[in-house]
């Protein structure tokens, strides 16, 4: 399941939070991973959160090869998440169409509007900028921020919901692919029913895990 151009460090699961609820893989379980995972996150430098997020951008560059014809969704970063807007307005600049998701409510699938550098912006849920207008557009790929995610490529979010709806219902199916650092790994995210897990998950240059 692991694709490396040079071998990868094994993954440390030394932030894994104990919970007695670990047993029976419940949400209280998952709140806790996402407290400790974020807070970790966080406390990484933002000098190497920025390596990280170079190399994530190297090798989504090399896997999707941005232009025309491709319409790519990501985010915009917050609480320590990657930062992968220089990317996109590289990608932008060669002819894909860039978008960015919008939440029109809680337990509603996402929406995608167009961005491109210095497109007006507007403040959404969680105070996220999101493009203020433009048509929706429909991605043919679809990355995700993680929070958290394991070896079957299962990612751990917000705890919203947003992305497995989303990716449930998008016609034609929408390519996954999922970032962040490699300290969000977990040996399992005890997947419910309603995951939908990545196809791909990128957290370095030598740490590309692909679902089979």
Request: net charge neutral.
């Amino acid at each position: 399941m692991t694709d490396t151009p040079e071998p990868a460090s094994p993954p440390c699961y030394a932030q894994e939070v104990a919970h007695p609820e670990t047993a029976v893989e419940g949400p209280l379980w998952r709140k806790a991973q996402r407290a400790a995972l974020i807070a970790a996150r966080m406390a990484v430098p933002a000098a190497e959160r920025a390596q990280v997020a170079e190399a994530v951008a190297e090798v989504l560059e090399a896997e999707l090869a941005p232009g025309p014809g491709l319409v790519v969704s990501l985010y915009w970063p917050f609480r320590g998440e990657l930062d992968l807007r220089p990317w996109m307005a590289r990608a932008q600049a060669r002819g894909a169409v860039v978008a960015l998701p919008v939440v029109e409510a809680m337990g509603r699938p996402l929406r995608f509007r167009p961005w491109w550098p210095g497109c007006a912006m507007e403040r959404g849920v969680w105070n996220i900028p999101q493009p203020a207008t433009g048509t929706e557009v429909v991605p043919d790929v679809v990355i995700a921020p993680l929070v958290g995610f394991d070896p079957d490529c299962y990612r751990l979010g917000y705890g919203g919901g947003f992305f497995d709806r989303t990716l449930a219902g998008l016609v034609p199916r929408a390519r996954a692919i999922g970032v962040g650092l490699p300290l969000a790994a977990l040996r399992t995210i005890h997947p419910q029913g309603w995951d939908v897990p990545m196809d791909m998950i990128v957290t370095g240059r030598a740490r590309v895990m692909r679902r089979v």
